[in-house]
């Protein structure tokens, strides 16, 4: 968690950008993670050395992918986030704030504590964008 936390909100974007760029089987290329996060490429690099250096990317001759460290601990960011965003949502919180809370404070959550939410909001299956919840463990979904 303590090293985790040291990732920010762009780093985690950038997770995301790897990991929709190398679906297709092709490793994903600086220039196109860039494109993607809307930076020039150097900047790129840096979040890339960063999540290198955090073992959750890997490059290869052709580009980058995730490890399996990288896909866990996306996996986890993005739970949490649409966990969090279902129940301020829920509350009655705009679901633009929502969301921006649940960015600010998803890294600060524990696995107990995601897994605590998930059964109190009965184990939804989207995010009140309509998008997947990836499961937790298998003990998580009933
Ligand atoms: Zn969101
Ligand atoms: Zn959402």
Request: with cysteine; charged share 25%.
């Amino acid at each position: 968690m303590r090293q985790i936390s040291l990732l920010t909100k762009r780093h985690y974007e950038c997770m995301g950008a790897v990991y929709e760029l190398s679906a297709g089987g092709w490793p994903a290329r600086v220039k196109d993670v860039a494109k993607k996060l809307n930076v020039r490429p150097p900047t790129a690099v840096e979040f890339l050395g960063k999540l290198s250096q955090e073992g959750m990317v890997e490059k290869g001759p052709a580009g980058y992918r995730l490890t399996k460290k990288g896909s866990i601990e996306l996996n986890r960011a993005i739970r949490t986030h649409r966990l969090m965003e279902t129940l301020l949502a829920g509350a009655g919180v705009p679901l633009e704030e929502a969301c921006r809370i649940s960015f600010s404070l998803g890294s600060e959550i524990g696995t107990e504590a995601v897994e605590a939410l998930c059964s109190h909001l009965s184990h939804p299956v989207t995010c009140p964008h309509g998008r997947p919840i990836p499961a937790g463990d298998e003990f998580d979904r009933p």
